[in-house]
């Protein structure tokens, strides 16, 4: 389902001023080592492959690679070295509300956002009364998105996202949106999601979620993968590191 073929990512840290003679002639005499601090390898050969209808978690510090590699798979990013093959539809859950309009009220930005995730206007209205309902948020419809919490914005996003069930889903810290009694809901609209078939690339910094959810677990340090197997075995001796 998707295939994660030795992986790397490099960014720039530096800013890149070629436009003067003056940077000209020291970017020509500057010292090749200190050129390669500017290089930061988010990831580094990343090699493993999720299998249909696999949930797998992604584990690790801040810092570790997990988003990067989320954006790599969802095509966001195009990584540096290696490839990533997917067979299947993605519906990528890496940054809720990142498609809304501020300004727009919340019924506006239903469409909006149901849009950008490529869903039909014929579709979002018969879908719009589930997607209010999950969300909680029917009496704050014609209220602008500027005016929400975080939470709330989050929770109208999730409830866009998750309204069909997507072959392959990209999960980024979601679960912790809202309030408990929403995280609740999440996990349980996960749970369905995973029983239907869904194949799930999944990153928390919850250990308990991932082992709720996950059948196998990859855990990256620095940008590269420590150990990847079984959910208990690598979530456990995760956290003695942690500890240690």
């Known amino acids: 389902m998707i295939k994660i073929d030795n992986v790397s990512m490099k960014f720039n840290l530096g800013i890149e001023k070629d436009f003067s003679m003056k940077q000209a002639f020291i970017n ?3 010292n090749r080592k200190k050129r390669k601090k500017d290089e930061f390898w988010a990831l580094k050969d990343v090699d493993f492959h999720v299998d249909k209808g696999e949930v797998v978690g992604l584990i690790g510090s801040n810092g570790a690679g997990k988003s990067t590699l989320l954006k790599v798979v969802s095509g966001v990013m195009k990584p540096t070295k290696g490839k990533v093959v997917v067979n299947g539809v993605i519906s990528p859950m890496i940054e809720l509300g990142a498609g809304f309009d501020p300004d727009l009220t919340a019924r506006e930005n239903i469409y909006l956002n149901g849009a950008i995730l490529g869903y039909s206007k014929k579709f979002l209205d018969e879908k719009f009364d589930e997607i209010v309902e999950f969300s909680e948020l029917r009496e704050f419809l014609d209220v602008p998105i500027k005016n ?6 989050a929770k109208l996003a999730f409830s866009i996202a998750t309204i069909v069930n997507p072959e392959i889903l990209i999960v980024d810290e979601i679960l912790s949106v809202g309030d ?7 996990k349980n609209k996960m749970m369905e999601m995973i029983k239907g078939g869904t194949t799930v690339l999944y990153v928390s910094h919850s250990l ?9 677990v990859v855990w990256l340090e620095h940008g590269k993968v420590i150990k990847m197997g079984n959910t208990k075995e690598v979530c456990d001796q995760y956290y003695k590191e942690q500890l240690g």
């Open 28 to 30: 020509l005499f500057a």
């Open 148 to 153: 929400f919490s975080s939470g709330m914005t």
């Open 180 to 186: 408990i009694k929403f995280q609740e809901k999440s």
């Open 208 to 216: 308990q979620s991932i082992k709720d959810l996950c059948t196998k």
